[in-house]
Nanobody, 125 residues
Framework: QLQLVESGGGLAQPGESLRLSCAAS????????IQWFRQAPGKEREPVGC????????TYAGPVKGRFTISRDNAKNTVYLQMNSLKPEDTAVYYC??????????????????WGQGVQVTVSS
């Protein structure tokens, strides 16, 4: 049974950076696509960005494109979300989710089989 744990959240000022980690246990991540989601207070959960199983392809939602970068280290069984030039509207709980799929990224929460517990990111001056 795959288990995911996010870490690295916290408080940042606008323009600063944070790096989130999604660490897996119980199984290797080699064959899993990982999607990051976020949910801001009073808003729907939304996809942020996705990385395929090999790490060779990533996709990003429009609001974060050019600012956020997803990477993975399968040897460490961990996926990262590097968030640069943070904005107050990036404030949300961030989740990672996994599905056993080599190359296809899904945008719906329900299409994934495993989810982390979430980590709070707050961007405020």
């Amino acid at each position: 049974q795959l288990q995911l744990v996010e870490s690295g959240g916290g408080l940042a000022q606008p323009g600063e950076s944070l790096r989130l980690s999604c660490a897996a246990s119980g199984s290797t991540l080699d064959n899993y696509v990982i999607q990051w989601f976020r949910q801001a207070p009073g808003k729907e959960r939304e996809p942020v960005g996705c990385i395929n199983s090999s790490g060779g392809a990533t996709t990003y939602a429009g609001p974060v494109k050019g600012r956020f970068t997803i990477s993975r280290d399968n040897a460490k069984n961990t996926v990262y979300l590097q968030m640069n030039s943070l904005k107050p509207e990036d404030t949300a709980v961030y989740y990672c989710a996994a599905v056993r799929s080599g190359y296809v990224c899904y945008d719906e929460w329900e299409d994934y089989d495993y989810w982390g517990q979430g980590v709070q990111v707050t961007v405020s001056s």
